[in-house]
């Protein structure tokens, strides 16, 4: 049963986007405002969506820890849940997306109207153009989202985390924001099952760039490995 209602879940949610993001379109080729709008709507639509035909529900806390000025937001990623809650709680959003996300028909147009930034992995000279496009989003008041993993990981398990981030926060000289979830326990990556239950999602205590990267490196492995509930500090893939 449980399986049924993820298909239908899925099913709606799919078509709604589609539908949507097909009328409104025109609207958003003219106003990056209106995409963020249109993507707004589609982000409360899902959140409804899995509350109601999946049981779903979701807990926020830490919000007293977000600054009022641009910030880098750096989070695990586990599904697709985290992308589009961090869209909704973080003000005037922009993420860090693998080049082909902003390719795709469709969805691929808001999210070039929003002004989120795609990087190719295969170029290894991205570092210096990232930043330069990191630091033009946040002087236009955008925070910034990195998922600093670079892909989805299994709820439980620990990729490399790619600490490019730590740079690109100390060139633009702006905070760093942990974030930390579940979200892979209730919606696994790869999985169109999802479970009944409520997806905790903390904004943690602020760090400074300007602090050292072994430091700040320190303190987001341990964030995110307290979410998992790992003790351990021998990473799934890393030595």
Same mark, same amino acid.
């Given at each position: ?8 879940? &899925? ?6 986007? #589609?539908? /949507? ?34 049981? /779903? ?10 600054? =009022? ?16 809650? /961090? ?5 005037? &959003? ?110 943690? =205590? ?20 307290? #979410? ?12």
């Amino acid at each position: 049963m449980q399986f049924i209602r993820s298909l239908f879940q &899925s099913i709606l949610f799919y078509g709604v986007v #589609t539908f /949507l993001g097909i009328i409104c379109l025109p609207g958003a080729y003219l106003s990056a405002s209106f995409a963020r709008k249109v993507l707004s709507v589609l982000g409360h639509f899902m959140f409804w969506s899995l509350r109601i035909f999946v049981g /779903l529900k979701w807990q926020l806390s830490g919000m007293k820890n977000m600054p =009022k000025n641009p910030a880098l937001y750096v989070a695990q990623h586990q599904s697709m849940w985290e992308t589009v809650a /961090l869209f909704m709680i973080v003000p005037n &959003s922009v993420f860090v997306l693998k080049q082909s996300l902003l390719d795709m028909p469709l969805v691929g147009v808001y999210f070039r109207r929003c002004g989120f930034i795609g990087i190719d992995r295969q170029n290894k000279s991205i570092l210096r153009g990232l930043i330069k496009k990191c630091r033009s989003a946040l002087e236009g008041d955008h925070n910034i989202i990195i998922f600093p993993e670079g892909r989805r990981v299994e709820y439980g398990d620990q990729a490399h985390i790619n600490l490019s981030f730590i740079k690109i926060a100390s060139e633009v000289n702006v905070p760093i924001v942990p974030v930390t979830h579940n979200s892979g326990k209730f919606w696994p990556r790869k999985s169109m099952m999802k479970k009944q239950g409520v997806v905790e999602l903390n904004v943690h =205590k602020v760090i400074n760039s300007t602090e050292p990267v072994l430091e700040i490196k320190e303190t987001i492995e341990r964030l995110f490995y307290d #979410t998992l509930g790992l003790q351990e500090c021998t990473k799934k893939g890393q030595t």
